[in-house]
């Protein structure tokens, strides 16, 4: 069954002050963008800086209202949602961040931050949010004596274990990875792929995975879209993008990841 599904998605900023911003002047981020998501799949969402991908993880989950198309969650329409309604959805679907740290109250421990949406739900008592904390934590890593620590006495990969703790604390089933590593060393970032990874097999998650890096992306994604000026340029299983990319923008992505074997970079490149 499809989990997400993306139809004809457009949003266009500026348009709406029109009075005084000109219709030369609306920037259309995004561009009749259709994808579609299968549960338990990732999809790697690849393009250069400026290319639409923030805002398409924003429509996606409805953080964002787009100009025209729609969002289908489970089959269900969400774009027109009310709050009340989206309430509802919402907790099913959760975003990682490329700096949790700004995300975060400044004054809360990592335990408030964690407990945040439990609370926001209304999960449980006291007690048993603190248990779903614990095993939130536990569950990216870091130990109990994390709880009391405040976000800026932790280093960028803490901060963005606190910052996948939170997200999956109230069980959802989709995360939306906005460049989650993209600040971190190449040694981190392998951990903390790996880390998502093991999340995925172990609450059966489905992911889309943001990203301007396409060397990710073909052991950690099993469809690849490319986004160029707001629209998606190609859409191959991952295994494949190295052969068969047939866009000229994703032949220079290519030119840009390091490939091992130089018979590998001439199917690729030409
Ligand atoms: N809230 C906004 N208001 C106006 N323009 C925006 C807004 N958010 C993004 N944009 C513009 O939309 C385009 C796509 O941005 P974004 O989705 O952040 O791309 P990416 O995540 O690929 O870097 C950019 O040109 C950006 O300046
Ligand atoms: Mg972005």
Request: with cysteine; glycine share 8%.
């Amino acid at each position: 069954m499809k989990l997400l599904e993306a139809v004809s998605l457009s949003k266009t900023y500026g348009k709406e002050r029109s009075w005084f911003t000109t219709q030369a002047g609306a920037m259309q981020a995004v561009h009749n963008v259709s994808l579609s998501l299968e549960q338990g799949e990732t999809l790697g969402l690849v393009g250069e800086s400026g290319s639409g991908k923030s805002t398409l993880g924003r429509l996606l989950l409805g953080l964002d209202k787009p100009t025209s198309g729609k969002v289908l969650y489970r089959g269900q329409d969400i774009t027109d949602l009310n709050l009340k309604q989206m309430r509802s959805v919402r907790h099913r679907m959760q975003m990682i961040f490329q700096n949790s740290l700004s995300a975060f109250n400044p004054l809360f421990t990592v335990e408030q931050i964690i407990g945040e949406p439990l609370r926001n739900y209304r999960v449980g008592t006291a007690e048993a949010r603190r248990e779903k904390v614990l095993e939130s934590l536990e569950r990216v890593g870091l130990s109990s004596q994390y709880m009391r620590r405040h976000p800026h006495e932790l280093s960028g990969g803490q901060q963005q274990r606190v910052g996948i703790a939170r997200a999956i604390v109230l069980g959802p089933e989709l995360l939306i990875c906005d460049e989650p590593f993209s600040s971190l060393d190449a040694t981190l970032r392998r951990q903390m792929l790996n880390l998502l990874l093991d999340l995925k097999s172990q609450l059966g998650l489905s992911y889309v995975f943001i990203t301007h890096d396409l060397s990710l992306v073909d052991r950690f994604c099993d469809h690849v879209a490319v986004m160029h000026q707001g629209q998606i340029v190609e859409w191959q299983r991952s295994e494949c993008i190295l052969q068969n990319a047939v866009h000229p923008y994703t032949r220079s992505l290519l030119e840009s990841v390091p490939i091992q074997d130089p018979r590998l970079r001439q199917v690729a490149l030409f």
